[in-house]
């Protein structure tokens, strides 16, 4: 059995031992000093992960790739505890708090655990064991063994991450369907949709179905004359009108050109909602021939766009025979 005086030499060597090491490391950065301390048969594990070692040669040659590699700190309330194995050995736990000096300008404060293990060799005590651990930060009062809250906070921030990234994606996705489905100038469906629309069954309810056809009348005039900027005006111009009376039941086709599916009017609602619409755009100095198909019975949507197309066509040529011949006069 060791002496209490002896004990408690060796207790107080240990001790010292374990501050020298950690100050030479941090402080100075001297990290042969720090080897000199150590055992043939040395374990370290360090405070990453990944950070371990056994073996004086090989736990040698990583401490010497710290050199030149740890910034300036400065050591504060340093605590030690040891704890006598046996008569050659005896383990010292610590507690310090370790800040990067002003001169580094980076800035780090951690409270820092150091466990060593001590062995006497030849007369001299030698360190065999280093673990060098951080504790938890994040444990707070109420925490048992782990930190239970910090963890449940990162679960409900990965959980508002995901559902935040799921609203973008929603977002993303609803707006690549409304661009497949509608005309990026007017906001009215596009020719994708109308398509559609035209390769759908009509709904076996269904008693009843207009369909008209608009062409603006002068665009490609306005546009060699006063630009394409004039020409796009002109057509939201007449798409308004449009939306206002048929709202999600109006196509662009192309450039000018404009189609309405209307299956819950009866005639005279639908003629009458045609005519405002007319009148909407004349108010607003669009020109527009107009075609107008009507059932209400053996409705076809493919075969009243066809009639309708057919009808509007005539009554384009009928407006340019028109131009023709007040031109024709004027001369």
Known sequence: MLTNERENSKAWEAAELTSYMVRK?????DVEAVIALMDEDIIWLGAAEHEYAAGRETVASIFRQ?????PKCNISDEHYEVLPLSAEACLCSGRMWIATDASTQISVRVHQRITTVFRRAAGQLRCCHIHISNPYEDMVEGDVGFPIRMASQSYQYLQEQLREQREQLDARTDMLRRMSYEDALTGLYNRNKFNQAMETPLNGENICLGVACF???GLKRENDLRGHSVGDALIRRAAEQLRKIFDKKAYRTGGDEFVVIEDTMDEPQFRAAVQAVE???AEHQVSCAVGISWRGEGCNVKEQ???AD??????KRRYYSRQERDLGKQN
Not at 66 to 70: A, D, E, R
Request: aromatic content about 16%; charged content about 35%.
């Open 25 to 29: 490391h941090y402080e100075e950065n």
């Open 66 to 70: 710290f050199s030149g590699q740890v």
């Open 215 to 217: 062409d603006l009348n």
């Open 279 to 281: 009148k909407g755009m």
């Open 305 to 307: 766009f066809d009639e």
């Open 310 to 315: 057919r009808l509007m066509y005539e009554e």
